[in-house]
Nanobody
Framework: QVQLVESGGGLVQTGDSLRLSCVAS????????MGWFRQAPGQEREFVAG?????????RYGESVKGRFTISGDNRGNMVYLQMNNLKAEDTAVYFC?????????????????WGQGTQVTVSS
């Protein structure tokens, strides 16, 4: 099992920045990919970004956040960060950290094995 805890959410205004953090514990050796998803009320869970160290650092982003969000990880491989710049009202959602034991970065939430409880990000316009 891998346990995930997110932090860094909050209430900001349009154009502001936030940095989310996620720390993994437990069987962290099984981590292939660490990713971020988000879910707004009444909407499906959406892939935001993914990070992998297998075969060299690799990242992948959802179309709606490209150029504004940056995902990164620490050298130990048990933390991942999401730097969110130029936030928009449509970025408002609960943001979840997730782990996939496979090594390819997939955008499908069904492929991820472990999930955090989520952290709320609210962007006021």
């Amino acid at each position: 099992q891998v346990q995930l805890v997110e932090s860094g959410g909050g209430l900001v205004q349009t154009g502001d920045s936030l940095r989310l953090s996620c720390v993994a514990s437990g069987r962290t050796y099984s981590i292939g990919v660490m990713g971020w998803f988000r879910q707004a009320p009444g909407q499906e869970r959406e892939f935001v970004a993914g990070f992998s160290r297998w075969g060299g650092v690799a990242t992948r982003y959802g179309e709606s956040v490209k150029g504004r969000f940056t995902i990164s990880g620490d050298n130990r491989g048990n933390m991942v960060y999401l730097q969110m710049n130029n936030l928009k009202a449509e970025d408002t959602a609960v943001y979840f950290c997730a782990v996939d034991r496979s090594t390819g970065i997939t955008t499908a939430s069904s492929e991820y094995d472990y999930w955090g409880q989520g952290t709320q990000v609210t962007v006021s316009s």
